[in-house]
């Protein structure tokens, strides 16, 4: 006997009625949100361009000869930036994280790193980054250590890593302080070690929580990579300031700090996205 196949599905009419008053809801609000926003880009474009100084200041930070000029010293200083990136990057995580599992060590034998990683950790994020490269990449030299590189790229990438990792390491210690404290005690009873409770158990949790904030600091630290140029390395920004120097325009900043922001937006998009899908999980009762 052959079995009858089931039939087709039918949406009811109060659904598609439900479906339509959502679509003309979405265009309602796309052209809303569309025409608002030609709305504020048009009085910022007739504010800006009417303003008195606007032919001197379109002249002085937006001249296209420069600008054109400007993009092939620029672009060969960002090779600089990203790869101080591409090194300090994964020193700051390495770091931070080693700060973090110091801080949250337990057991009174352990307060002399606790307090060493907390004085760190205090110190570091209140120093400000500009005097703290400053310090590095002039101080150092001045000490005559043998075997001490004078390499100004070195020190201003050292500098980075130590004040970053002081901000990375709070991150990833908010991460670890997140998971529940019943995690660890099941872990430490079924037989698991600390260092074993802490890798196996807590840090993948606290990881996974705190990517995008990790990305955002890694964002920031793209763009501070351009304060190298105060040491004397020729970075984006470095080659930005010599066209300065010797034309007085500052359309070649304009291009740096334009190339900063091209590099920094896939990032910003990346850590929204990564906090969207986290809260949609979080939401729906799954693992984070």
Known sequence: MRVQDPPAYVPSERRLAREAYRRSRARRSLLIATASTLAVAAVLYVVITGSPGWPVTQKTFFSGHYAREALSPVLHGFVLNLELLAICGPLVLVLGLLIAAARTLRGPVFLPVRILA????????GFPLIILILLTVFGVPALQ?????????ILGGAALVISYSAYVAEVFRAGIESVHPSQRAAARSL?????????????????????????????????DTGLVY???????????????????????????????????????????????????????????
């Open 230 to 288: 105060l040491g004397g390395a020729i970075d984006a920004v470095a080659a930005a300031h010599i066209m300065v120097a010797s034309s007085f325009n500052y359309t070649p900043l304009v291009v740096a700090g334009l190339g900063f922001v091209i590099l920094t937006v896939p990032m910003t998009r990346y850590a929204d996205w990564l906090t969207r899908r986290m809260d949609a999980r979080s939401a729906q009762g799954g693992a984070v």
């Open 145 to 153: 250590l043998q075997g001490v590189t004078n390499d100004p790229i």
């Open 118 to 125: 907390t004085a760190y950790v205090d110190f570091f994020r």
């Open 191 to 223: 037989g698991l070690s600390y260092a074993k409770t802490m890798r196996f158990v807590v840090l993948p949790q606290a990881v996974r929580r705190v990517v995008p904030a990790l990305v955002n600091d890694m964002a920031s630290l793209q763009k």
